[in-house]
């Protein structure tokens, strides 16, 4: 089942806004969930903080700052 042009619309609409609502704190957030994983600290209590101001493409993006990409190997 595809999504039509309003269905994408709408969701674009809405992450823009949820992007908007967040950005005051999303800088922080992220940064002490870097900070966290940095001292190899249980990410947990950050990271559910994190994603009440930042996508998962930010949270994620902040994560491979500090830890480089998890490659599995083959």
Do not use: C, P
Request: charged share 30%; no cysteine.
């Amino acid at each position: 089942m595809r999504s039509t042009d309003v269905e994408k619309d709408d969701q674009i609409a809405a992450t823009r806004g949820y992007q908007e609502l967040g950005a005051a704190g999303r800088d922080a957030a992220l940064s002490h969930l870097r900070d966290v994983a940095r001292e190899r600290g249980n990410v947990f209590a950050a990271l559910m903080e994190a994603v009440k101001f930042a996508s998962l493409g930010q949270v994620s993006g902040a994560l491979y700052e500090v830890g480089g990409e998890y490659r599995r190997n083959m």
